[in-house]
């Protein structure tokens, strides 16, 4: 009963202590963020005095959003130290796609929530796929940067997006993704949706039907539910192909 009891404490300690990210989609950290590039880390420097912040310099291998670098900065530790339970350390050479956001010192600042994506030989078929969309992005000259919070709302009793892509189970695309701009006006009403990487003309036609009559919530550092005019969000809808029993699907998670 002892050890037991011992055992219940310590995962209860991890879970306490565990870093927690919302979820990340690529659309939304994407369209967030001022910088992301594939890059490869060079050199780490040490932590400035306690603060759990430091500056790691880096090569690009592909620029897909932003000016061109050579540092930012890692909230984290590099000394060895204990630090928070989000104190992230990215090892020299490590290979990866980082999503940065620039303070208002003019520091590039990237965290364990950040939505990175290292690329090694684990998930290779989401690496593929991240790269595909970032790809697109950047041919499509995607740049704007938006960091207002969105949020879908149900539309009618429990319907919403997710519930009405129920229609295309089975579906075989010939992509895994479709990407669609939301452009809205001041009071979040959809005025236009576009394709900017659909699946095919009949599927993206139902696809923009079911997001113009999606509802959604704002929030701009505290203000809720009043956006500029013409303000844009991208949605992406993606592709999971057939397991077992169960049949192939689109969704709008991230997986």
Do not use: H
Request: proline share 1%; with cysteine; charged share 30%.
């Amino acid at each position: 009963m002892k050890k037991i009891s011992q055992i219940v404490l310590l995962l209860f300690s991890c879970s306490v202590l565990a870093c927690v990210c919302n979820e990340n989609k690529i659309t939304e950290k994407y369209i967030e963020s001022d910088f992301v590039a594939k890059i490869k880390i060079k050199k780490n420097y040490k932590n400035e005095n306690s603060e759990e912040l430091y500056k790691t310099d880096f090569i690009i291998n592909e620029l897909f959003k932003g000016e061109k670098i050579k540092a930012l900065y890692v909230a984290g530790r590099s000394d060895q130290n204990a630090g928070s339970s989000c104190s992230l350390f990215i090892p020299v050479n490590t290979e990866l796609i980082v999503y940065a956001r620039k303070n208002k010192d003019g520091k590039y600042i990237i965290g364990m929530c950040s939505g990175l994506l290292y690329l090694d030989k684990t998930n290779l078929k989401k690496q593929k796929r991240e790269l595909e969309i970032l790809k697109t992005f950047k041919s499509k000259k995607i740049t704007f940067t938006e960091k207002i919070n969105y949020r879908e709302k149900n539309y009618s009793e429990s319907k919403n997006i997710g519930t009405d892509l129920e229609q295309f189970r089975g579906i075989e695309p010939n992509k895994e993704y479709g990407i669609y701009e939301i452009t809205f006006d001041a009071n979040l009403r959809i005025k236009n949706v576009s394709d900017i990487s659909g699946f095919g003309n009949q599927i993206d036609q139902k696809l923009i039907e079911i997001i113009k009559k999606s509802k959604w919530s704002s929030n701009d550092n505290g203000i809720k539910d009043k956006i500029p005019d013409n303000s844009k969000l991208l949605i992406g809808i993606y592709f999971y192909g057939k397991e077992k029993n169960n049949m192939s699907f689109l969704s709008t998670y991230y997986l």
